[in-house]
Nanobody
Framework: QVQLVESGGGLVQAGGSLRLSCAAS????????MGWFRQAPGKEREFVAA????????YYADSVKGRFTISRDNAKNTVYLQMNSLKPEDTAVYYC?????????WGQGTQVTVSS
């Protein structure tokens, strides 16, 4: 069982930055592919970014490529999402995800609101 706790959301003006953090429980953190997803009101949850267990491979949705950076610190059991040049369309609840084969865990989400 893995528990994920997100933090770092908030209200920011367009063009600003935020850094989200996701702290994970458990001793096998580095085994998991970690990801960030988001869900805007009235829309389905969508993929934002993911990072391999070692941190050597990262993946991004086209909508955030070049603006967002995912990273992880396996010593701290934490994954981060640095979000720069934020746009109003980035407004959503952001969820942390941990995936290993058939195991799939989610955090409770953190709200990000970008004002124009």
């Amino acid at each position: 069982q893995v528990q994920l706790v997100e933090s770092g959301g908030g209200l920011v003006q367009a063009g600003g930055s935020l850094r989200l953090s996701c702290a994970a429980s458990g001793r096998t953190f580095r085994s998991y592919v970690m990801g960030w997803f988001r869900q805007a009101p009235g829309k389905e949850r969508e993929f934002v970014a993911a990072i391999s267990g070692s941190g050597g491979n990262t993946y991004y949705a086209d909508s955030v490529k070049g603006r967002f950076t995912i990273s992880r610190d396996n010593a701290k059991n934490t994954v981060y999402l640095q979000m720069n040049s934020l746009k109003p369309e980035d407004t959503a609840v952001y969820y942390c995800n941990a995936k290993l084969w058939l195991l799939d865990y989610w955090g409770q989400g953190t709200q990000v609101t970008v004002s124009s």
